[in-house]
């Protein structure tokens, strides 16, 4: 019985919890704020961040992608970041609340990261984009996202 209320409460606070993300909901890209190497890792404007159970499911454009925060090593995802550097494999690290770390591998080895970071305040979002593409050219992307 115990055990039973137990389930009962884990279950019922995660939409309570994943509600309290500050990652969750809608974004812009605000391009006057944003500088890249290439604007092929820029595939849409917007992103929607969705929290799942283990981690983010994130919308950009037409593409889906999870961000699983368990720090191993999965198939990577279709974003333009992955598909630009040619990586095989993802590890996403939920570094805090306000921290997410993506490192795209290519033969086990990284190749490029994404690093997304909240401000204090939850409303702005800065992606920066460091690595080398498939075809050996240095990236290096910052880009900026408001609420929306």
């Not at 939920?94 to 921290?99: D, E, L, R, Y």
């Not at 770390?101 to 490029?112: D, H, I, S």
């Not at 460091?130 to 900026?144: P, R």
Request: hydrophobic share 40%.
């Amino acid at each position: 019985m115990f055990v039973a209320k137990l389930l009962a409460v884990v279950v019922l606070s995660i939409p309570a919890s994943a509600a309290d993300s500050p990652f969750a909901g809608a974004w812009k890209l605000n391009l006057a704020k944003s500088t890249t190497s290439s604007w092929e890792v820029v595939r849409s404007r917007n992103q929607i961040f969705q929290v799942t159970l283990d981690g983010y499911r994130v919308t950009t454009g037409r593409a889906s992608s999870t961000l699983y925060c368990d720090g191993q090593d999965r198939p990577r995802d279709t974003s333009s970041a992955s598909l630009l550097v040619g990586a095989e494999t993802m590890n996403v690290e939920c570094v805090n609340a306000h921290v997410i770390k993506t490192t795209y591998k290519r033969m086990g080895k990284p190749v490029a990261t994404v690093t997304r970071t909240l401000s204090p305040d939850g409303f702005t979002m800065t992606t920066v984009v460091n690595g080398f593409t498939a075809k050996g050219e240095k990236l290096h992307s910052v880009l900026v996202y408001e609420r929306n």
